[in-house]
């Protein structure tokens, strides 16, 4: 954006990219010490991928939660006391980490530190990107529910969500096909059970897509073994994609050290290579992707700017 569209400067201690899990930990903890922060976040709601998990979420020691929408409204909950300092609907669209601004509209905003949780984004397929064939390929079944009842349906991931999709549409009544990569699903050995022991589940181990098939709406998808080269085609009426998520740092990208993933480097006080700009959360290189993983680093972060800032006076 050019200067002359820039409407104003605010400057503030920290400035926070993100309100999923690690961005609003951050920003709390920056509340209590006192540090003048202020969170960016592109959604409607903070809470990011929390949205997303429909399974019981038990691994946070603060609490047992229905679901992850449970864990984001209380996660919203606690957010509230951050008032004006969270903005919701705001996309960061700019930043230069050199110069540490931020924009998010007309709007310029300088931090003395900047911290990255942008989190991950699910990754699309080649020619089966998410809301292709009218619909039919999908990465979040739940905001396509019932659209699957009687077809047959195609689940390509290993991990829990793939595992619980596919439980999900088969209690729909649909002959499920669950095609991972590895050897053996990754997913939770309770949900590894249920699949085992649900007839309209399938699973095809060391298979991938290839291509997909169809006109206005989805008609089939072939698959490949790499280990022999064999080919599979399946009829399918719907193709579900639970695979690998990818960190979002494209905004970032040039201007601070990623892995080869794309995703954040940072040393043990989440300070990334870049001067006075740290990371949290998913984004961080070596992430365990997990709601406790992301509350702790956004902590961290939050106490490393303390430290950064008091030794920049
Ligand atoms: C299906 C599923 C099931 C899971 N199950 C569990 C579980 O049972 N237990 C568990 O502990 N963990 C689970 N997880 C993992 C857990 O949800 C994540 O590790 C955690 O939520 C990561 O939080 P984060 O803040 O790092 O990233 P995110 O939640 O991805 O948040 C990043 C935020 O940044 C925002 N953002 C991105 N770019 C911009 C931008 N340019 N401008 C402004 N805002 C931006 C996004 O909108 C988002 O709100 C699950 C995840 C999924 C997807």
């Known amino acids: 954006m050019s200067a002359e569209a820039i409407h104003g400067e605010e400057q503030h201690d920290v400035v926070i990219v993100g309100a999923g899990t690690a961005g609003v930990s951050c920003a709390l903890e920056c509340f209590d010490i006192q540090l003048d922060a202020v969170v ?19 691994n946070v020691a603060v609490g047992t939660f229905r679901d992850g929408p449970a864990v984001r409204d209380s996660l919203e909950e606690a957010a509230a006391i951050l008032s004006h300092r969270l903005r919701l609907s705001h996309p960061v669209t700019r930043v230069d980490l050199g110069d540490r601004w931020i ?21 699309q397929l080649a020619g089966a990107e998410d809301g292709a064939f009218g619909g039919d390929v999908t990465s979040l079944l739940e ?15 290993g991990g829990d969500s793939a595992a619980l999709d596919a439980l999900e549409l088969a209690r729909e009544g649909s002959k499920v096909w669950l095609v991972h990569r590895s050897d053996a699903l990754t997913a939770r050995h309770d949900i590894v059970e249920q699949v085992r022991r649900e007839k309209r589940i ?80 998913d984004v961080v290189a070596g992430a365990y992707a997990r709601v406790a993983a992301a509350l702790g680093q956004g902590s961290v972060a939050a106490r490393s700017v303390l430290r950064y800032l008091q030794g920049e006076n």
């Open 103 to 123: 924009e998010a509209g007309p709007h310029r905003i300088r931090g003395r530190a900047l911290v990255i949780a942008t989190g991950t984004a699910h990754q």
């Open 202 to 281: 399938e699973q095809l181990a060391r298979w991938e897509l290839e291509s997909v098939d169809g006109s206005d709406r989805l008609e089939g998808v072939t698959l490949v073994r790499r280990a022999d080269g064999a080919r599979r085609h399946l009829e399918a009426g719907g193709l579900v994609v639970k695979i690998a998520r990818v960190p979002r740092t494209d905004l970032v990208r040039g201007q601070l050290e990623l892995n080869r993933k794309g995703a954040i480097i940072v040393d043990p006080t989440m300070h990334t290579s870049c001067d006075g700009v740290f990371a949290a959360g």
């Open 143 to 157: 905001a396509r529910s019932g659209r699957f009842v009687g077809r047959d349906v195609v689940v390509i991931g």
């Open 40 to 58: 960016l976040e592109a959604d409607e709601r903070p809470g990011g991928q929390l949205v997303e998990i429909v399974n019981s979420v038990r």
